[in-house]
């Protein structure tokens, strides 16, 4: 699990937990896996799917604009 706090100044004002959930689509690669988001909760209803190779930045910022968007 990827957890990604954000803080104001030394105040933390968001927690956010990005859960490997172990399924792997079929895909050419073979590094793209479905996440889901835990926490904050109500957005573990939208799969995310991920190559591992493009990194914990990538996946971040593709959960903040599911959380954006939402």
């Known amino acids: 699990m990827l957890i ?3 803080f104001i100044n030394d105040r ?3 927690e956010i ?3 490997n959930t172990g399924n792997q689509p079929n895909t050419p690669k073979g590094d793209t896996y479905e ?3 835990r926490k904050p909760e109500g957005y573990d209803h939208f799969p995310i799917y991920h190559s591992r ?3 914990w930045k ?3 910022r593709i959960v903040l604009e599911v959380l954006r968007d939402a």
């Open 35 to 37: 996440y889901r988001i």
């Open 4 to 6: 990604v706090k954000a």
């Open 12 to 14: 933390e004002i968001e």
């Open 53 to 55: 190779s493009k990194g």
């Open 58 to 60: 990538h996946l971040t």
């Open 17 to 19: 937990w990005i859960h």
